[in-house]
């Protein structure tokens, strides 16, 4: 098993910039490839963005060319730098497996965007 946990949240205007992490421990050899999540108030959990071990990277629509992922593999973290912030990037990210993400889910981090 492995332990992801995520940091990096806050309060930032619209049009700020935050960098998330997701630090990996545990079984972290067996973990392939990490995904960005987001919930926002009253709606359904989803996918923001992966990487794999390799670097490859897959966005969703939303975000493509305002957030980029990263990851750190001597660190065992990946990263979410957030750019160009808008209200309704508001949410609790999280960071899971991709594609198939472990059942527990971490406690996340709250993005709040706004003025």
């Known amino acids: 098993q492995v332990q992801l946990v995520e940091s990096g949240g806050g309060l930032v205007q619209p049009g700020g910039s935050l960098r998330l992490s997701c630090a990996a421990s545990?079984?972290?050899?067996?973990?392939?490839?990490v995904g960005w999540y987001r919930q926002a108030p009253g709606k359904q959990r989803e996918f923001v963005t992966f990487?794999?071990?390799?670097?490859?990277?897959i966005y969703t629509d939303s975000v493509t060319g305002r957030f980029t992922i990263s990851g750190d593999n001597s660190k065992n973290t990946v990263y979410l730098q957030m750019d160009s912030l808008k209200p309704e990037d508001t949410a609790v990210y999280y960071c899971?497996?991709?594609?198939?993400?472990?059942?527990?889910w971490g406690q996340g981090t709250q993005v709040t965007v706004s003025s």
């Open positions: 990487i794999t071990r390799g670097g490859d990277t």
């Open positions: 545990g079984s972290v050899s067996t973990l392939n490839a």
């Open positions: 899971n497996r991709w594609p198939i993400p472990y059942t527990d």
